[in-house]
């Protein structure tokens, strides 16, 4: 399993015959307790939303640093398809090697005016190519908020350096270490879509799989065809 954070690129060529906005997310990592508290779902975001790319001709790059970040935040919709949800806080974390400990971030209500952030970051996590969040007991108990926090994976933004876009989260379960595995795969969809919106992939047509988990490749090379089939190349 290839865990070791890198930078990838992904070439998307538009041979499909007519334009097209084509957006990218990650394969959801692993999550282990999975959570039992909002409906048990990961739920997935998107992390580059890409204009609209002509044809026959046209072609984006997606560049892709794969450095994971724990990620904590709130909605104030319950958390599901087309809602856009707001990072209060992130950590870079390390993913847990052969010769080192993944970090562990802790979330505290005192440490965000909002009631979702992140305290003390330690290492600590022992799962091969994975970090953890530990979150408080007093994470869910606010009497007067109706916003639901959530944590997850988090990635920089593609276009604010200072930013980071949530790509999967979940419902925040309390007093729970929650170990998180990213993995790197990817997919390539059409249509439109916005950046840290969340969204259901069984409704993604005929997405593009781009799997650098078992390659030393950087590069890929993903062709839409006329059919609306993909080709995908490594390098």
């Known amino acids: 399993m290839n865990t070791t954070p890198a930078e990838y690129t992904i070439n998307v060529q538009n041979h499909s015959g007519q334009r097209q906005t084509y957006f990218l997310y990650p394969a959801a990592p692993l999550v282990t307790p999975l959570p039992s508290n909002g409906g048990g779902k990961l739920h997935r975001c998107t992390q580059i939303a890409a204009p609209k790319v002509p044809s026959p001709k046209g072609s984006v790059m997606f560049s892709l640093n794969m450095k994971p970040y724990a990620v904590t935040g709130t909605s104030s919709k319950p958390l599901g ?29 005192e440490s965000n005016v909002w009631g979702a952030g992140f305290g003390e970051l330690r290492s600590g996590c022992e799962t091969l190519g994975s970090f953890s969040i530990k979150t408080d007991g007093e994470l869910q108990e606010s009497d007067d908020s109706k916003e639901t926090i959530f944590i997850g994976l988090g990635a920089p933004h593609p276009e604010y350096r200072n930013e980071v876009v949530p790509v999967t989260c979940f419902t925040a379960p309390p007093r729970v270490n929650t170990v998180i595995t990213p993995l790197a795969k990817y997919y390539v969809g059409f249509g439109e879509q916005k950046t840290g919106q969340i969204f259901d992939p ?30 995908v190349h490594y390098s």
């Open 81 to 109: 398809p087309g809602v856009k949800v707001d990072v209060r806080d992130s950590r870079r974390v390390r993913i847990a090697t052969m010769n080192a400990l993944g970090d562990v971030v802790e979330t505290s209500r």
């Open 202 to 231: 069984s409704a993604v047509e005929n997405p593009c799989e781009v799997d650098f988990m078992s390659r030393a490749a950087t590069r890929a090379w993903a062709v839409h065809n006329e059919d609306g089939e993909w080709e």
